[in-house]
């Protein structure tokens, strides 16, 4: 990630948190109760495969929808990204909505 990057990312892999701000990185275990609160969160309103997550939080909406303005058309500073393997998952947690699921074709 560069430091003007429009997304934190937060990686969950083998039971630990990778969490990437600029070029700094900090591991924590999976059991972050955030993380898990997040995603139980999100799992109420969709059904949530098993898997490697990537948990983003969206920090420059606008540079977002440069590249997708269909799937960001709706983010703003602070939203989620939950990406697994084969989908994308962009979640409001001030509202508690999932606002729209990208479906990764292989």
């Not at 591991?27 to 109760?33: G, I, L, R, S």
């Not at 969709?46 to 799937?71: A, H, M, N, Y």
Request: proline share 5%; aromatic share 8%.
């Amino acid at each position: 990630n560069a430091a003007g990057s429009p997304i934190g990312q937060t990686e969950v892999k083998d039971g630990v948190i990778e969490q990437q701000k600029g070029e700094a990185q900090i591991k924590m275990k999976a059991d972050n109760t955030a993380t898990e609160n997040l995603i139980k969160k999100v799992f109420s309103h969709i059904f949530l495969p098993k898997g490697d997550i990537q948990v983003e939080s969206i920090l420059k909406p606008d540079e977002l929808r440069k590249i997708d303005p269909i799937f960001y058309q709706f983010a703003k500073v602070g939203d989620i990204v939950l990406k697994y393997s084969d989908r994308a998952i962009l979640y409001d947690p001030v509202a508690d909505k999932v606002l729209d699921v990208f479906h990764i074709v292989k």
